[in-house]
């Protein structure tokens, strides 16, 4: 198995090579092989006998992470889908995409894409599954930022990324938290340790965060937005990632785990109430949409719905209309796109108001879109597969249950009677779709080009999916047995029979589809005097301008936040972090223990010692009041010489020098840059400004103090420096311990010290000698 | 006398800090400097005061003050030497090259 | 061998004072510099093959024993760390030329150069407090002649900001060292170690530990002390800002890591619990940040706030799988920050301008330069299978594995965020029409990318190639974990 996801990476290595070429062969052809092989590859494995196998290889078996496989039914069903429709994806845009378009790039992403979603279906560990998750999103992040230099095509790509990674980075946290619960990687060994989850108090998160994920890619109500932008995309891109494939990944992801989430009575109120809501307002909101991959993209949302309703309900009938519809829905909605993307190509213009009449001109294409929007209306005919599942869904929506939540109790009432009124918008959309396009007067002088019939090559995939459309509609049992059984078993962890039966007597279902065909009729034909209703619902309410202002606002609001304390003021940036540590300090103080005073063990207190300090501290104060510059460095020197005067009095010779030293150089070096500048003036601080001042340095000072006194009371062990005094003649051949220490006991903070002294040097000379531009001192 | 050099250390953190805070550079860096006399006498502060000689071996004299907390401060006053030096000279050429010494006119805004 | 441990940081100290002698030998003083971090590069490789096999190097240094003279540790963090370093030293060594002007360079970049890295890996290896201090003074002083080098308007009025703060933080540090030199009577880290324990960080100790956080973390730019950070970082040349925003910052998280794993370990609920609160606020804060601006290095400049808060995080939950993350992290975000500030720097060299606003359809221009852009913002913000990704699952794992629902949830927003805030530049630069006026230069896009190619290999085979790297780093958090060791090691007792 692995070597079907390795193929489309390394073919999308290669394919720039090959674009080279693409004036003699459309880089297509190359391409075509990829999906083709794989296709039939998994195409032997249908039967009845499958079963699942799986795979796995090395790759950090220190972290868990393996490159473990798993194909099961579930699986089958969509590498067939995602290698089917590829191929016919890839064959239609052969002819879809001009050589002139930059081929190298748009096979690179599709078969990048190709790969991750591959992955995403087999893999059976976690990590492997997140990893091929987001690099899905990232392809199609890639695709529909295609022709990025469309303004539209940007945002949408971005709006994709933003809404489908935070759902993969949710997902990422519940996948976490499964692996930190159950300690494995694997899902299938997790779905074996079920209890152990279901048991966890994190249960509820898990599923939030999963849900997340899984609603997020599959365009559920309200993360349904990104679909529509995602329709920027050229349309062989629309018709594979987000109708055929990516989109249901989290159909994937929900059925994946659904042995597990099932036993909680929350996964049928939250999967099938989201589901079957976004069944409703998608086909709600596609009869009001104007551009016909408009109405294909809101009908994707409300198919996602309804699939991901019926896994919520979880029942036999359920799990297997999820199963069939996935199927039939890639096949009519696939073949739907392609259409629209031939009329848009034909006629230059995809605006639903503008085309009209195009039946003649375009028999074929109308013909082929009459039998997928009738499959996907759910029009009671024997030769449309989408009856069957729509019928089969019905069934289900009226099977009871027994959930003890109020909540499951009242949606298990209420949506056979919403899944009919989406099947009516549903059916709406589909007449308008194929009726507003192919019959009815052809205003052929709005339209940017004069249309005629596309050439062959591009028909050709649609035909095949509408041949399938219409094979399966004949003979559902055709992928029955062998195929659709395994998918529902896989996904529910038993076997599930099912006969799919055109004509099952007069049972509710079918009063169910003669109902939307009958009111879907009535409304199709008088939409014009109802579509006010839109201007009430959703009328301002618009989750796109959610989305806008979100994104918008955290842009506009980090702005605001970060610039009203970055202001690049430098004495509300000391401010800040001075009262942080004070505050923190005086806490830590508090809460530990911090302070202590011992007054056994002090020096004396002598009358000179006060009178230094005092003086000290009086210039020191003085610095603060200083009108004049040279007062003030002077007051400053005095402050210097004091310290020296100190270490003279606490027996500390060299400092005293060296302290004497440097303060007359710093002081000299104080004069002669300030020489030239201007003299100190009076603050015009306001009080309150010079009171915050006050009381951040005086608490700060205090601080300081109050540790100092604590530290110097605490002194619980012997100090290393009685080795120092030992040894320094001993070892260090010297009288001057404090000379030894430095030069030889730490010789190494003293070639440091030098080393500093060294590189400020330099700075110091390259400030002087090296001026910016335009400066003439 | 400890807890006195403590107090004298903590009033020079003090007016070093509140010099730091204000906006014209010549006092934020005489601020630097009362901040870096503060640390250096708390550390000496640290090693007992007067407890014995200065720590140069003498005959018969066995008790000398603590000579690593000295050791210390001489790496660290040339260190502060240096970067005072330092700093001099760059408040000199900020101040030349912008034409202010107030650090309020120095904010800069988001486009540079 | 215990001499190993010491050339790490003497080889570039000899290589900054040699160089500052050829400064205006332009030609010359450019090959030697190259010539020499190539092989300060393979000594250090050495000397980390050394320690991976043989175990810490400790080396006594002037003969004088522990815990008496300055000690230097080579142990298999720090090691790494220096690696690291120097690995990074080699990309912006052969980036050097194509941004800095002659002037820059001939006024002593090469020396600052290495002085910072000599400053960085001493930092790393020393096993002194005070002596951390005097490294800490070393990388700083170099910084500081980094980045007022040029003396534009501009780079002169952040630089004062920069310096101040961190002189301010210095003075903090050495003062807090002669209290905790008063109380355990030490400034060897493994002796302080053993007495902090000895008395479990009774009384004052625990004080003395936040004001040390609060020194490391103002250096390392944690909420709320990171103020100083963004600005200064964006106005030197891009090869400083590379070099900055991948070392400066990660030698404040590299002492925090130390100075909380090996010797305040006894009060966490107190101290580890505070961080895991600063982090949390570092993370959000940062994305805010970097969400902010239109100015690209601005972007990036604040998008190192966040991965110090990822980093944090693993200290402050404080167990293996955490800890391991906060290794890797750290490893990851030294390589992708130079990675990011050099190609983004290049993008400043090729168009002119930082505002994202002026930019558009460059990947045209410079198709290389784009994808390697969009490579690093996926690696930056944790998509698998590169190397954020590894290091921030670790995290994640163990903040759940302690129950820390609230911080997972504000990890992954600010993941998605931080891919936003990145993208953006993708999207906007890169993206949309291009702009016919500018005069597209290719061939030094192209010169200008293959520094940063070289550090994004390390970052991609960091990821993919995770299962060499992750049973070291598991070592190296397992080591962290037990003080012991390192006490062992140093003192023999």
Known sequence: ????????????????????????????????????????????????????????????????????????????????????????????????????????????????????????????????????????????????????????????????????????????????????????????????????????????IIMTFIFLGAFTKSAQFPFHIWLPDAMEAPTPVSAYLHSATMVKAGIFLIARFLPIFVLNEWFFVVV???????????????????????????????????????????????????????????????????????????????????????????????TLAFFGAFSMAGMPLPFLNGFYSKEMFFDATLELHDNPLVGAQLLGQAIPYLAVIGSIFTFIYSMYLVFGTFTGKAKLDQLPKKPHEAPLGMLVSPILLVIAVIVIGLFPNLVNQSFLAHTAEAISGYQIEKNIVFWQGFIPPLFMSITVVVLGALLYVTRKKWSKVYTVIPGNLSFNRVYDKIIVGVETYSSKITNSYMNGSLRRYIALIMTMIVVTTFVTIFATGGFQIKTDDLAEVSYAEIFVAVTMALAAIGTVFARNKIAAILILGVVGYGLSLLFVIYRAPDLALTQLVVETITVALFLLCFYHLPNLRKTDDTIGIKLTNGIIATSFGTMMTLVAISAHSSKWFPTISDYYVETSYKLGGGDNIVNIILVDMRGLDTLFEITVLGIAALAIYGMVKLRGEKEGE | MEIIMSILSGILFTTGIYNLLQKQLLRIIIGTALISHGAHLFILTMGKLKRGAPPILEYDISQYTDPLPQALILTSIVISFGVTSLLLVLAYRVSKRNETDNMDLLRGNENE | MSNLAVLPIVMPLIAG?????????????????????????????????????????????????????????????????????????????????????????????????????????????????????????????????????????????????????????????????????????????????????????????????????????????????????????????????ALFGALLTKVGIYSIIRIFTLI????????????????????????????????????????????????????????????????????????????????????????????LKKMGGLIHHYPLLGWMLFLAALILAGIPPFSGFIGKLLLLQGALLNGEILVVIIGLLSSLLILFSVMKIFIRAFWGEENKEIQPNRKMANKLTIPAIFLLFFSVLLGVGAELFYPGVKNISAYLLDPEIYIQSVLKE
């Open chain 1, 1 to 204: 198995m692995l070597f079907t996801i390795i193929i489309p990476l390394l073919f999308a290595i290669f394919v720039p090579a090959f674009a080279k070429w693409k004036d003699k062969i459309h880089t297509g052809y190359f391409v075509l092989l990829v999906p083709l092989s794989i296709f039939i590859y998994y195409l032997q494995f249908i039967g009845e006998d499958f079963q699942p196998i799986s795979a796995s290889y090395s790759w950090i078996p220190s972290l868990m992470i393996s490159l473990s496989f798993y194909l099961d039914g579930l699986s089958l069903l969509f590498v067939l889908l995602i290698s089917g429709i590829g191929t016919l994806v890839t064959f239609y845009s052969i002819y879809y995409l001009h050589k002139s378009e930059r081929l190298g790039s748009f096979y690179v992403y599709l078969l990048l894409f190709m790969a991750a979603m591959l992955g995403v279906v087999l893999s059976d560990n976690i990590f492997v599954l997140y990893t091929f998750w987001e690099l899905t999103s990232i392809s199609s992040f890639l695709l529909i930022g295609y022709w990025h230099h469309r303004a539209a095509s940007r945002y949408g790509a971005l709006k994709s990324m933003m809404i489908t990674v935070f759902g993969g980075l949710s997902m990422l946290g519940g996948l976490i938290l499964l692996n930190v619960i159950t300690g494995t990687t694997s899902i299938q060994a997790m779905i074996q340790q079920k209890d152990i989850i279901l048991e966890s108090p994190y249960l509820p």
């Open chain 1, 272 to 366: 099938s109430g989201i589901g079957i809501l976004t069944l409703c307002w998608g086909s709600f909101m596609a009869v009001r949409q104007t551009d016909l991959k408009g109405i294909l993209a809101f009908s994707t949302i409300s198919q996602l719905g309804l699939i991901m309703s019926l896994l919520g309900i979880g029942t036999k009938t359920a799990i297997f209309a999820a199963a069939f519809h996935t199927l039939n829905h890639a096949t009519f909605k696939g073949s739907l796109f392609m259409i629209a993307g031939i009329v848009d190509h034909e006629t230059g213009t995809r605006d639903i108001r503008k085309l009209g009449g195009l039946m003649t001109l375009l028999p074929i294409s109308a």
């Open chain 3, 264 to 355: 305040f370990v006894y009060q966490t609920t107190f101290t580890h619990d505070l961080f895991l609160w600063i982090a949390v606020f570092t993370l959000i804060f940062g994305v805010i940040g970097a969400l902010s601006t239109n100015n690209i290095k601005l972007i990036i400049a604040y998008n190192i706030i966040p991965a110090v808060g990822f980093m944090l995080l693993g200290v402050g939950i404080l167990n293996e799988t955490a800890v391991s993350g906060t290794v890797y992290y750290l490893v990851h975000d030294m390589l992708i920050k130079a990675a990011l500030f050099l190609l983004i720097g290049a993008i400043v060299h090729l168009t002119g301008t930082t505002d």
């Open chain 3, 17 to 241: 004072v040699l160089l500052a002698f050829f400064h205006n030998k332009l030609p010359l003083v450019r090959t030697l510099a190259k010539v020499l971090t190539i092989i300060n590069f393979l000594v250090v490789l050495y000397v980390f093959y050394y320690v991976i096999n043989n175990g810490s190097v400790v080396l006594e240094t002037g003969g004088w024993i522990a815990p008496y003279g300055i000690i230097l540790v080579a142990d298999i963090f720090s090691i790494t760390l220096v690696l690291t370093t120097n690995i990074i030293a080699l990309a912006t060594v052969f980036y050097a030329p194509l941004t800095l002007s002659k002037k820059q360079e001939e006024f002593y970049f090469y020396s600052f150069f290495f002085l910072l890295i000599t400053g960085v890996s001493g930092a790393f290896i020393t096993g002194d407090l005070f002596n951390l201090f005097v490294f800490f003074e070393v990388l700083l002083m170099a910084s500081y002649g980094l980045i007022v080098l040029g003396g534009e308007r501009v780079q002169l009025r952040e630089s004062i900001k920069y310096v101040l703060i961190n002189l301010f933080s210095s003075m903090l540090f050495v003062t807090t060292v002669a209290f905790l030199y008063s109380v355990v009577g030490t400034v060897n880290m493994a002796q302080i170690a053993e007495r902090v324990g000895e008395v479990e960080q009774k009384g004052v100790l625990t004080t003395i530990a936040i004001l040390l956080f609060f020194v490391f973390g103002t250096k390392a730019a944690l909420f709320p002390l990171y103020y100083w950070l963004p600005k200064p970082y964006t106005v030197p040349n891009p090869v400083v800002s």
